[in-house]
């Protein structure tokens, strides 16, 4: 239940500085504006679904329930970590260049293991996973973690006394740059981080009987990950704050009458470069985007879509690469996984099916394949089964220049460039419109000296290869004396 920092332009992300560990190897997740240049009057529903492939599922464990990513051999490919019920394990699986997942390593944990938060939880560069394990009826839920080591291997840390929930999810509660943990039940609970694999103790936050799901994100801008969690009793949902003074402080409370909520997470559906709040439900079968503020509040009026039926979870990130946030959802009685590309303004498209999950207990986004776009993992509980849905959008491939001056032009390999393709250069996006197509899989710009001045020699400069359907590709060159074709 995450969504993985991919260093592909800008990207919304859940959990929008629980990883900072990760800035520190160059996966920065900030929140998305709509790119205004290019994508806002095409649509995305054409392209996406022919570069979406099919399912792929493999046999993990049994009883997988809940999953989280991170790159824990840092090879740029995402892996994950999964907590199994039936077995008491935390199984890791590695991903690989072909979409396809490789060989699944088990860690044995006393008590059935309930989830699998993934963040730098001793502060040295490289990922952990702290697993929630245990009985609530005996001695209740504890707190371990494995300690990784950048090369796909851990070892045990020291584990607490207790957890704060037994579902729990990395953030950063209070701005101090260390992962700390968040984690619900009928209430909401936080495990502040040392910064070296060990945790303070609970802090218990009774906000009432609350539904299945939470959203972590900074959606005030203080540097502190915020929490929205449903009352489905209530019929309502409260946005707490993080606070430097280590605790959570209740800033508004959504009133959602006739509704009830399945699952929630933070993002720029709208496209200003401020967080919403976006919800969906068992009833009615609809999706709403709350629009934030900016200051930790949130307009109570939401924009409404359609939804697939029976939605359990979901999560947000920009799958279709136009700019715009996309939303991903696992449905029960329905078994279905969907895709909802977003049109920038707080409305989706209808739903695209991905697959079929049978028991769907898991969900995530993240790059698999180290192409820069995310993919969809999901689980199946009953048939022990991993699915993943490898995302096969256009990519670029390679930059190059040749020749100085007045004959300098440039180069740009990939593949799914179409025709009418509109390049856009720098930070200010200057539009170039001498371009020569070579098919689908090259681009070459023109212009010479005009050209050339755009790329100051030593400085990574940015390029926007915006297709007519919305699609939009980002990439970097840095022009020197010896690019050659």
């Known amino acids: 239940m995450s969504i993985c920092p991919v260093d592909q332009g800008s990207r919304t992300c859940r959990f929008s500085t629980a990883m900072r560990n990760n800035r520190r190897r160059g996966f920065a997740?900030?929140?998305?504006?709509?790119?205004?240049?290019?994508?806002a009057s095409f649509g995305t529903t054409r392209t996406f679904a022919k570069t979406l492939a099919a399912p792929r599922s493999i046999t993990v464990a049994d009883g997988p329930a809940i999953l989280n990513a991170g790159d824990f051999n840092e090879d740029g490919i995402q892996d994950l970590a999964i907590a199994i019920n039936r077995t008491?394990?935390?199984?890791i699986v590695f991903g690989k260049r072909n979409g396809k997942l490789r060989r699944i390593e088990r860690y044995a944990f006393?008590?059935?293991?309930?989830?699998?938060?993934?963040?730098?939880?001793?502060?040295?560069g490289h990922d952990d996973v702290a697993a929630t394990f245990g009985y609530a009826s005996n001695d209740g839920v504890a707190l371990g973690v494995l300690v990784g080591d950048g090369n796909g291997g851990f070892r045990r840390g020291p584990d607490s006394v207790a957890a704060p929930a037994s579902d729990c999810r990395p953030a950063d509660i209070n701005g101090d740059d260390q992962t700390d943990l968040v984690g619900f039940s009928s209430f909401v609970g936080t495990a502040l981080g040392n910064g070296d694999g060990t945790f303070r103790d609970p802090a218990i936050f009774?906000?009432?009987?609350?539904?299945g799901t939470l959203a972590i994100g900074d959606v005030n801008g203080d540097g502190a990950d915020d929490v929205a969690r449903p009352d489905n009793a209530l019929q309502t949902l409260t946005v707490l704050l993080g606070d430097p003074a280590d605790v959570l402080v209740k800033s508004q409370t959504i009133l959602t009458p006739d509704a009830l909520v399945s699952a929630a997470a933070f993002g720029d559906a709208t496209g200003d470069a401020i967080p919403d709040l976006i919800v969906t439900y068992l009833i009615p079968?609809?999706?709403?985007v709350f629009r934030g503020n900016g200051d930790?509040?949130?307009?109570t009026t939401p924009i409404r879509s359609p939804a697939p039926p029976d939605v359990a979870d979901l999560e947000v990130g920009d799958l279709s690469g136009d700019g715009r946030l996309d939303v991903v959802s696992q449905s029960t009685n329905a078994t279905t996984l969907n895709v909802l590309v977003g049109r920038g303004d707080g409305t989706f498209e209808a739903p695209l099916f991905a697959g079929s999950i049978e028991s769907p207990h898991g969900l995530a986004l993240a790059d698999f394949t180290g192409d820069h776009r995310l993919d969809i993992a999901a689980l199946d509980f009953?048939?022990?089964?991993l699915t993943t849905v490898v995302n096969l959008g256009p990519n670029v491939t390679s930059v190059s220049g040749k020749g100085a001056g007045n004959s300098f032009s440039l180069r740009i390999k990939g593949k799914l460039?179409?025709?009418?393709?509109?390049?856009?250069?720098g930070a200010n996006g200057t539009e170039w419109t001498q371009v020569v197509a070579g098919g689908s899989t090259s681009l070459t710009l023109k212009g010479g000296a005009s050209l050339e001045t755009l790329f100051p020699a030593g400085f990574p400069i940015s390029i926007r290869v915006v297709n007519p359907d919305g699609w939009q590709i980002r990439t970097t060159f840095t022009r020197s004396a010896s690019d050659l074709f």
């Open 296 to 299: 930790g509040t949130f307009r």
């Open 417 to 425: 460039f179409e025709p009418g393709a509109r390049i856009f250069i």
């Open 206 to 211: 009774d906000i009432g009987a609350a539904a």
């Open 382 to 385: 009953d048939n022990s089964t």
């Open 29 to 39: 997740c900030v929140v998305a504006s709509a790119l205004a240049l290019g994508a």
């Open 88 to 91: 008491n394990e935390i199984g």
């Open 285 to 288: 079968f609809e999706i709403h």
């Open 110 to 124: 006393t008590g059935l293991v309930h989830s699998a938060a993934v963040g730098d939880f001793n502060s040295d």
